[in-house]
């Protein structure tokens, strides 16, 4: 399996944007999905996780109300729309697979990252 | 949430020469069905990080066998046997017990 993000970029505070991640390979039905944003020079953080059939969605408390998390497993695809941004939302935002089909121990397959940037 | 607290925070190492990396959580990691909740990750440099160990002790699939998981409960360890120049960056631990899930603050091992 491969992933790769889209949808990054720089926008406003109190906007919208909504990333895209889209997995190659067969694994992603029967897998769960996160994303995981790094700050620059920072350390990693954990946003939002779905489980493979979206029965279980979570969130951070910093996101939880303003972003949501859905998938699509028909089109092999992870996405995350970003609502009320903030400059503290400004990250790399890393799609990743789990090796089982909830929870998130074991990530075993990481994006390169979509660049989020919010700013007026 | 549970706080993971990552240590040393720097770790200069000669190359061929064992690390250590521990991580200490605010609460035990180890659930009902015998599994310990802890994962170890790997960035190196312009990288995304990679999976090393899960469930505490389980080297991911193409890990070399220098790295090891170990601990239990609230105390963990990542070993590396002997460092190699390719094994430098910034190493996590990371609690997949439950929501929300939390980081270490990383640890960065550098060669001497």
């Known amino acids: 399996v491969q992933l790769v993000e889209s949808g990054g970029g720089l926008v406003q505070p109190g906007r919208s944007l909504r990333l895209s991640c889209a997995a190659s390979?067969?694994?992603?039905?029967?897998?769960?999905m996160h994303w995981v944003r790094q700050t620059p020079g920072k350390g990693l953080e954990w946003v939002s996780g779905i489980t493979w059939n979206s029965g279980i969605i979570a969130y951070a408390d910093s996101v939880r109300g303003r972003f949501t998390t859905s998938r699509d497993n028909a089109r092999n695809s992870l996405y995350l729309q970003m609502d009320s941004l903030r400059a503290e939302d400004t990250a790399l935002y890393y799609c990743?697979?789990?090796?089982?089909?909830?929870?998130?121990?074991?990530?075993?397959?990481w994006g390169r990252g979509t660049t989020v940037t919010v700013s007026s | 949430d549970i706080v993971m607290t990552q240590s040393p925070l720097s770790l200069p190492v000669n190359p061929g020469e064992a690390a250590s990396i521990s991580c200490r959580a605010s609460q035990s990691l180890l659930h009902d069905n015998g599994n310990n909740y802890m994962d170890w990750y790997l960035q190196k440099p312009g990288q995304s990080p990679q999976l090393l160990i899960y469930l505490g002790s389980n080297r991911a699939s193409g890990v070399p066998d220098r790295f090891s998981g170990s601990g239990s409960g609230t105390d963990f360890t990542l070993k590396i046997s002997r460092v190699e120049a390719e094994d430098v960056g910034f190493y996590y631990c990371?609690?997949?017990?439950?929501?929300?899930?939390?980081f270490g603050q990383g640890t960065k091992l550098e060669i001497k």
């Open positions: 390979g067969s694994a992603f039905a029967d897998s769960a």
């Open positions: 990371l609690q997949a017990l439950q929501p929300p899930y939390t």
């Open positions: 990743v697979k789990v090796r089982a089909p909830t929870g998130i121990a074991g990530m075993d397959v």
